[in-house]
Each structure stands twice: as structure tokens, then as C-alpha cells.
């Protein structure tokens, strides 16, 4: 059992924005130090130094498969969301040189956020591996505070959107990885939302970008979206006893 405190929180927190920050920054890491592909990089390093809190602390079995087809259909559900969100047509210019990098960065994403946000925000604020629902929520509000920083690149409009979505599919994740104890459910369910959003915002033409949101409708959609995942999530941890 952790016996958290409020120093808890803000150290957390605090972790969550500057890894936020730092992939901020990293366009100008990878210029000053002529490095070529620098977040990648900066993933892989912070995934190393996890699994190696991992071994530390013996934790290898969140990576087992024994998890109920159920669970592999409830892993689409925020991807369909994602479709829907991003109606965009199927003309788009492919940049070979550059789908390798994508596919790497979006890999190493996934694995580097549910490892820190859930696996390690978890192993934070548990109590006989149940949790109390405002922690739920205070790990998913990290986890979309991590992405405050998008801002810089984004602008506002964009940034809200994907803070209010975040926090949605951090609920969403952290039933998937308490309720299976695996932490591969979250990776493949982010890996996909990711996937969908990457071929939307790098691989399609600029004019399939321009029609990617289903105008005045795109707001109403994304607030059930996050309301439907949360709602999904909370059930999944009320339904067996995951609550504190």
C-alpha cells in the first residue's frame, strides 16, 4: 500500500510539465546540438530509464497478455471516436522518408506515456492496488497537462481540444491498466488514437488537412467522446472493485 501526500501530487505534476517542456524545447535541443530525430531519442531514453525502475522493482508481469477479448474490443473504442472526429478524404501525398520516423515516434510514445503515467502514476497512488477516484482523475489531468505545452506549436483552439481529450483517454487507460494489470492494453489503445491522429496531421495533403474537422459539429462530438470514455473507464473500475 502507498501512503501518498501532498507532496505526491506536486512532484508528479511537476514531472509531468517539465517532460512536457522538455519536448517543448526539443526543436531547439535538436538544432543547437545537431541532432536529428532528438524526441525520439529523448523517448527511448525515458523508457529506459523506467524499465529500469521496472526491473528494480520486479514489475516485468504488466507486460503479460492475459487479458479477455473484451478488453482488445474496448481498446478500439476511443479510436472510433478518433475516426470520426477527423473526416478527411483518402487522397494524400505519402512521404516515404518520413513514415518510418512517424511509425518509431508514435510507437515510442505510447510505450513512454503509459509507462509513466499509468504504470508509474499508479504505483504513486494505489492502496492495495485500488485507487480513489480523485486520484483517477488527478493522473489524467497530468497526463493532459503534459501536453499544455503543444500550445506553442498549435495555438489555443487546437491545444484546448486535445487537453479536454487527454483527459478523457487518461481515465479511459488507467481502467485498462488497473482493471488487466497489463500495461499493454493502454499502449495499443494510445498507439491507435495516435496512428489515426498522425495520418490526419502528417501524411495527408494540406487540403485533406482543411476538411480533417467536421466543422460546428466537432465540438459537441469531442465532449461526448471524452464523457463516453471516462464514463467507460469509471464503470470498468466500479464494476470490479478497483475503487478505494
Sequence with gaps: MSEY??????????MALGLGFIFMCEGELSDAFNI?????????????????????RGDFKIFNFNFSPLILLLIFIPAIFSIVLQVCPLDFIPYPEYVATVVIGTVTTAIWEELFFRYYGCSI????WKFRWYNILFLAIAFSSGHLFNMAFDGFTATFHQLIFTIGLGVFCLALYIHTKSIIPPIIAHFIVNSISDYYTVLATEEAQAMAYIGNLADPVLYIYVIVLIAVGFFILKKYNHLA
Design 5 to 14: 501526500k501532498s507532496i505526491d501530487y506536486i512532484k508528479f505534476l511537476i
Design 125 to 128: 497512488f494505489e492502496e492495495n
Design 36 to 56: 536529428a530525430n532528438l524526441d525520439i531519442l529523448l523517448k527511448i531514453v525515458i523508457i529506459i530509464g523506467l524499465l529500469a525502475l521496472i526491473q528494480k
